[in-house]
């Protein structure tokens, strides 16, 4: 079951990354990098797009692939960075 924020995240990469695609196409665990979905000119996109959407500000260093690689581990990410969210989403 997909959480509020993945469902967020799957609808801008379907937007914006993958019009042709339906969205079950793009599963939260999907490495997003391997599978051509992001590029670094994509991924600077999607990060202002969530910092905009979560009022999160994403530093730098944070920028790793640990962290990016995956719907699942971006949302896990906001999580952790909006904490009075995090009940909600």
Known sequence: MKSEVEEILIGFLQKNCLPQKNESDLRPEDNLFTSGILDSAGLLHFVGFIELEFKIE???EDLIPEK????SSIADYIRSRSPERAAVI
């Open 68 to 71: 990016f690689t995956s719907i």
């Open 58 to 60: 994403i530093p730098d």
